[in-house]
């Protein structure tokens, strides 16, 4: 008997589902052991080629969930957490590499951000004062000025990078 897209379609999205299933909940908990993030990773794409081929084998029946409202309501969610997870920027691990560079200069004191603006800690002192933050001294860090003027750090940081 020739193999059919429906007599291999599905056992490939099955396996792919186990392996990425297991593999993405031992990353939810910090396992990362041996090769379970590259395998996680490139096994996806047999994911994505098994639900490929599984949709075109039984495409009849894909077309069907279009008509019904809650497979829609599941589609949808389903699409607007992949939108959201690709435009929301990230909170630390492997997210926005912007989030990561202002959390660190949001971590130094100002006297040491100063620095990379080519300003005198106390010419920092002073730019931020025409912003309206109040700088009680230098030497903190650009997280406890904001706090005091009770403004977000990404404030400080954009009135020093103007």
Do not use: C
């Given at each position: 008997?020739?193999?059919?897209?429906k007599?291999?379609?599905?056992?490939?999205?099955?396996?792919?589902?186990?392996?990425?299933?297991?593999?993405?909940?031992?990353?939810?908990?910090?396992?990362?052991?041996?090769?379970?993030?590259?395998?996680?990773?490139?096994?996806?794409?047999?994911?994505?080629?098994?639900?490929?081929?599984?949709?075109?084998?039984?495409?009849?029946?894909?077309?069907?969930?279009f008509?019904?409202?809650?497979?829609?309501?599941?589609?949808?969610?389903?699409?607007?957490?992949?939108?959201?997870?690709?435009?929301?920027?990230?909170r630390?691990?492997?997210?926005?590499?912007?989030?990561?560079?202002?959390?660190t200069?949001?971590a130094?004191?100002?006297?040491?951000?100063?620095?990379?603006?080519?300003?005198?800690?106390?010419?920092?002192?002073?730019?931020?004062?025409?912003?309206?933050?109040?700088?009680a001294?230098?030497?903190?860090?650009?997280?406890?000025?904001?706090?005091?003027?009770?403004?977000?750090?990404?404030v400080?940081?954009?009135?020093?990078?103007?």
């Open positions: 008997m020739k193999p059919t897209f007599s291999w379609a599905t056992p490939l999205v099955i396996s792919a589902f186990i392996v990425s299933g297991i593999t993405g909940l031992m990353l939810f908990f910090h396992q990362e052991a041996g090769w379970v993030k590259p395998v996680h990773e490139w096994l996806s794409w047999a994911f994505v080629a098994g639900a490929v081929f599984h949709t075109a084998a039984h495409w009849k029946s894909f077309k069907n969930y008509s019904s409202r809650s497979a829609l309501a599941i589609i949808t969610a389903g699409a607007i957490i992949v939108i959201a997870s690709i435009t929301i920027p990230g630390g691990g492997h997210g926005n590499p912007f989030m990561k560079i202002s959390a200069l949001a130094a004191p100002l006297e040491t951000v100063a620095g990379l603006v080519h300003l005198t800690p106390e010419q920092a002192v002073e730019k931020l004062g025409k912003s309206g933050l109040k700088v001294d230098a030497s903190r860090t650009v997280k406890k000025i904001a706090a005091d003027n009770g403004k977000k750090e990404i400080v940081l954009e009135s020093l990078f103007e």
